[in-house]
């Protein structure tokens, strides 16, 4: 493991601080006030429905609630919220029915 001076920490930190806030300047601060071109507005529709599968997939695949290891309770759990999901168009139910399906699967599996 690498020994890091405090003054290296939280040069790290700065620096990264600095660099995030420049990113998010970018679109807020310079541009925020300039009509953006149609196939930007477009693309950017998109941006939360690619975010959440990265955020979600993980979870599902390699949960941490097992080691990392695949879980057929947390597949069959992604699997009725997608289907419950796609039938009822209605977020609060697949959250719910995936829900009452992993909690169901770990009782009955174990």
Same mark, same amino acid.
């Given at each position: 493991?690498?020994?890091?001076?405090s003054?290296? %920490?939280?040069?790290? %930190?700065?620096?990264?601080?600095?660099?995030?806030?420049? %990113?998010?300047?970018?679109?807020?601060?310079l541009?925020?006030?300039?009509?953006?071109?149609?196939?930007?507005l477009?693309?950017?529709?998109?941006?939360?429905?690619?975010?959440?599968?990265?955020?979600? +997939?993980?979870?599902?695949?390699?949960?941490?609630?097992?080691?990392g290891?695949?879980?057929?309770?947390?597949?069959? +759990? &992604?699997?009725? +919220?997608?289907?419950? =999901?796609?039938?009822?168009?209605?977020?609060? &139910?697949? %959250?719910?029915? =995936? &829900?009452?399906?992993?909690?169901? +699967?770990?009782?009955?599996?174990?």
């Open positions: 493991m690498i020994q890091l001076s003054l290296e %920490i939280w040069t790290i %930190i700065v620096l990264l601080g600095a660099g995030t806030f420049l %990113i998010r300047f970018s679109f807020i601060g541009i925020g006030e300039r009509q953006m071109p149609g196939w930007v477009r693309l950017l529709r998109f941006a939360p429905v690619a975010v959440m599968p990265g955020l979600v +997939a993980p979870l599902i695949l390699w949960p941490p609630a097992t080691g290891e695949t879980d057929p309770a947390r597949l069959l +759990a &992604a699997a009725a +919220a997608l289907v419950v =999901g796609l039938i009822t168009k209605n977020v609060l &139910a697949a %959250i719910f029915g =995936g &829900a009452v399906t992993l909690y169901a +699967a770990l009782f009955l599996i174990g």
